[in-house]
């Protein structure tokens, strides 16, 4: 039986990341309000029994109902036996996926730095400091923290060889900073060099290859995560 991923249609988002790691290793899902609407994904979280999610994206695995990006790679990799198979280094992975979440946190914060509920025009002021103070102080200290992580195993993966969660996802991280910051992220090429390696590595898993060339694979855009705006860009 399929797993079942609900997140919105429109947007790569969160969802992109249980997407790339469904993909590249296999894993047979069901992107469910892409084939049945929004209107189906907000029907379907709210006749949800117990606890439920707090958002999207969750996914539904027979009786198995799980909510936050990291918690949702870490169970679809244990399950499916794609982590280490050392205890120690899986719980390292996770800690590695949840500073990720962390990071896309401050992603989003930057074009909505005062509120979710606000328009980005209602604060353009506020997310033009912030992305300024995101460039300069965020974006490389944890850069850094995850070339580190990688290099830690060799390389080009967290695992050395061997991709895991980890990898799909600090691929979808590159190339959303790319999409959101272009001229900076040109002006550092050569700084993450672990990770600018990953990100040319992960495009050639197999079960990436044909995913990333398809319609399927939705492109950023500014309703998204990684947006970009001229403004926030500038050097």
Known sequence: MSIELWYWPEIPGRGEFVRLFCEGFGIDYEDMARERGTEALVEHMHSLEGIRPFAPPYIVDEDVVIGQTAHILAYLSDKE???????????????????????????????????????????????????????????????????NALAAHGGPFSLGQQPTH??????????????????????????????????????????????????????????????????????
Do not use: C
């Open 81 to 147: 036996g794609l982590g280490s198979g050392e205890p120690e280094i899986d719980l390292q992975l996770i800690q590695l996926q949840l500073d990720i979440s962390d990071f896309v946190e401050e992603v989003h914060s930057v074009h909505h730095p005062i509120a979710s509920e606000l328009y980005y025009a209602d604060q353009m002021e506020a997310a033009w400091e912030r992305a300024q103070h995101f460039r300069e102080q965020r974006i490389p200290k944890y850069l850094i923290h995850f070339d």
């Open 166 to 235: 980890v990898d799909t996802s600090l691929f979808q991280i590159m190339e959303g900073l790319d999409y959101m910051f272009p001229n900076y992220m040109k002006g550092m090429q050569g700084t993450w060099a672990n990770l600018e390696g990953l990100q040319g590595a992960v495009p050639e898993i197999e079960g990436l290859v044909d995913y990333l060339a398809s319609e399927r694979r939705l492109e950023f855009n500014e309703n998204g995560i990684f947006r970009y705006y001229e403004e926030l860009d500038e050097q």
